[in-house]
């Protein structure tokens, strides 16, 4: 899936491109092109803000042999978890990297999707379906990472050295999961996705994302 709003293409000037990258159970058309004032535009924005957030409930922590994994509890996970692999056409490890940041107190878990590849992917659907290249003057991109940013009493600092560099994620629903009885979960509860390449630097796939990592860390302490 790749959305895009493009504007002025047959302009002489190229023209800056909007690309819609990664959002969770979002489908789009591949190289569809929208103009930034056409309602069916806005109308992507609106169905964006009424999707998946991108929040993760909590983040449980499984140990096999070759170390740890993580295993998010969000709504609708095993919608997102079949979204995710179909969006990423069979290939989650090549298209979205398994992020961990620290800081104030907390730790962040992510899955951010590889923006430049997205990109790409809407470049070569477009060229596919007009016949044509977009020559933007560049790309402003639209994605939503599925985040859980932990509380400041955390145990992540025992566990991360155990993290292996390629890990994969668990998704469960909220339902099969007690919060006072974690342990009680039940494998054949966690759909298995991955595995991805563990990112620590907040640079995923070599985009720097540490700006979006410390917002969502400062956003949890003034909630807090």
């Known amino acids: ?27 789009g058309e591949p190289g569809k092109v929208m103009a930034n004032d056409d309602p069916q535009f806005h109308d992507m924005i609106s169905k964006i803000d009424e999707l998946h957030d991108g929040h993760v409930d909590a983040c449980l922590w499984i140990a096999e042999e070759n170390g740890v994994f993580p295993v998010f509890v969000t709504e609708s996970a095993h919608a997102v978890a079949d979204h995710l692999v179909a969006w990423a ?10 992020c961990f ?54 145990t992540f600092g025992r566990i991360k050295a155990m993290i292996p560099d390629s890990a994969i994620v668990g998704f469960v629903e909220p339902s099969d999961f007690d919060h006072q009885t974690p342990g009680k979960l039940t494998p054949d509860a966690i759909r298995r996705v991955g ?11 070599s985009f720097d994302v540490s700006g979006l990592i410390d917002g969502l860390l400062r956003g949890a302490v003034d909630e807090s």
């Open 195 to 205: 595995p991805f390449p563990v990112c620590w630097n907040a640079k995923p796939f």
């Open 89 to 98: 056409e069979g290939h989650p490890g090549e298209w979205f990297a398994l």
């Open 101 to 154: 940041a620290e800081g104030h107190g907390r730790y962040v878990a992510g899955l951010f999707p590889n923006v430049s590849a997205s990109v790409e992917r809407f470049e070569a659907a477009h060229l596919i379906v007009h016949g044509q290249a977009t020559n933007a003057a560049g790309h402003d991109i639209i994605f939503r990472p599925l985040t859980f940013v932990s509380g400041p009493k955390h």
């Open 1 to 27: 899936m790749t959305q895009h709003n493009l504007t002025g293409l047959d302009n002489a000037r190229p023209t800056r491109v909007v690309v819609v990258s990664y959002v969770p159970l979002l489908i």
